[in-house]
Every structure is written in C-alpha cells, then in structure tokens.
C-alpha cells in the first residue's frame, strides 16, 4: 500500500462509526503493538486505539476527522496536517500527526500534536 492509501485509511478509521469495522480497519493499517499518543490519550494496538476513537466519536456526535495537507516523508517518518470538523462544519481541533512507518509498510507509532507551534519566547 502507498503511504497515500496507508494515511488515509487510518484517517478514515476517525470517521468510522461501527466499532467493528473501525478495529479491523485498524488493524489492517498497524502493526500489532502500534502506539498513538496525543495530549489526552496513549494507547498501544488497534482494539484500544479504536476505543479512544470512540470516546471522541461520542464527546462529538457528527464530528469528522480530515487530512489537510499533503504527506511529508523521509527515512521511514511521515507528517500530515489534520483537521476535525463539527457536525455544523466549524474547526473543533487541528494538528500535525506524525508517523512511524515499518520496512513492511505498516504504522508503527503515531504522534499527534494538537494547534499551531507555540510561539519562540525570546526574552525580550
């Protein structure tokens, strides 16, 4: 699978409301002992993200999760640009995910970041 199909099937996992389907989607993009880590969350393999997944599902009934940005990549690492979006089409979130891919080409480890750099405070 490309790393084009590869993200967009984990982003599509976000919008996937059957918790079913969302784990095996899941785990047909992970590795058996990925990790995803954020600012609120830390989970390790599909069946716990997809329960994360869910938490959110159900905080933001109609809420999507997009890609906004083309994938960066290099030396087995990737960085898109994500948005999610409410039910009445405002941003909720943005962020930057960025992913550990395996020589087999499947995600190892996704860091999410959420919003815009924190600007350099310079002391002056």
Request: aromatic share 6%; glycine share 10%.
């Amino acid at each position: 699978m490309a790393v084009d199909e590869l993200i967009d099937a984990y982003c599509a996992s976000w919008n996937q409301g059957d918790p079913a389907a969302r784990t095996a989607q899941l785990a047909a993009v992970l590795t058996e002992t990925a990790r995803y880590t954020d600012p609120r969350t830390d989970a390790v393999g599909a069946a716990a993200l997809s329960a994360h997944i869910g938490s959110v599902q159900a905080a933001r009934p109609g809420a999507r999760i997009l890609r906004t940005t083309a994938i960066d990549t290099h030396h087995g690492f990737a960085r898109f640009g994500f948005q999610a979006v409410g039910a009445d089409g405002s941003e909720l979130l943005h962020g930057v995910d960025v992913v550990e891919l395996t020589d087999d080409g499947r995600i190892a480890r996704i860091t999410g970041f959420f919003g815009a750099l924190p600007e350099l405070d310079t002391g002056a």
